[in-house]
């Protein structure tokens, strides 16, 4: 099992450039999250989604937009990057707390964006 | 949303015991206290988390005060591997989101 797979991640964009972030679980998990990580900083939340279709906003969502067609992925957008959103950007999963689940996050490995 | 509050940083030698404190006076009946380490250029990773009581698993104890208001994460035997940021949080019940402060940086010296 690959678990929660980010791509790409690595990119450099130019200010104004558009991109999407894919994150890809395989362990059937209903929530989804995207998370922010500046230099020497916490996790910020930018968006999430508790299921298929679904999606809500996090502490910084502005500049960013998500989707979640398929449960299995979910889509982080920025449609004209800024260097304030130069960062390390994480995409994590859980299957919820409460009966046998944990709430235990599942994070991927990362992507690291830069804007020029 | 209830707040944690954890040191900057610790530090320990290689094998001895690390204890990290976490305050969190606000806490609500419901909230579960979770714990995750985020190594060197890696995402965060769950540690444990609980409730009421103290929880042990094959990687660390959880102690939870009496009244809730703190918890101290243990690591009995330190090694390099375990050099790390540590994160305390609190996660409401229903709550589906969880809130990563600036945690504690653990350097563990050979």
């Known amino acids: 099992n690959a678990g929660v797979t980010q791509t790409p991640k690595f990119r450099v964009l130019k200010t104004g450039q558009s991109m999407t972030l894919l994150c890809a679980q395989d362990?059937?998990?209903?929530?989804m999250y995207w998370y922010r990580q500046d230099p020497g900083m916490g996790l910020r939340l930018i968006h999430y989604?508790?299921?298929?279709?679904?999606?809500a906003k996090g502490e910084v969502p502005d500049g960013y937009n998500v989707s979640r067609l398929k449960k299995q992925n979910f889509l982080l957008g920025l449609e004209s990057a800024a260097p304030s959103q130069t960062s390390v950007y994480f995409c994590?999963?859980?299957?919820?707390?409460?009966?046998?689940?944990?709430?235990?996050?599942?994070f991927g490995e990362g992507s690291r964006l830069t804007v020029l | 949303d209830a707040k944690t509050t954890q040191p900057n940083s610790m530090e320990s030698n290689e094998e001895e015991p690390v204890h990290l404190p976490c305050n969190h006076s606000?806490?609500?009946?419901?909230?579960?206290i979770h714990w995750y380490r985020q190594l060197p250029s890696q995402g965060p990773e769950y540690v444990i988390h609980?409730?009421?009581s103290n929880v042990n698993n094959r990687m660390a104890s959880l102690a939870i005060a009496e009244d809730r208001k703190s918890s101290t994460l243990i690591l009995h035997r330190a090694t390099l591997r375990d050099a790390a940021v540590y994160y305390c949080i609190l996660r409401a019940l229903n709550d589906y989101k969880l809130s990563f402060g600036a945690g504690t940086t653990v350097t563990v010296r050979a």
């Open positions: 989604s508790v299921g298929e279709g679904t999606t």
């Open positions: 362990m059937n998990h209903e929530y």
């Open positions: 606000t806490i609500s009946g419901t909230d579960y």
């Open positions: 994590a999963t859980t299957n919820g707390l409460g009966g046998y689940n944990t709430g235990e996050l599942f």
């Open positions: 609980g409730l009421t």
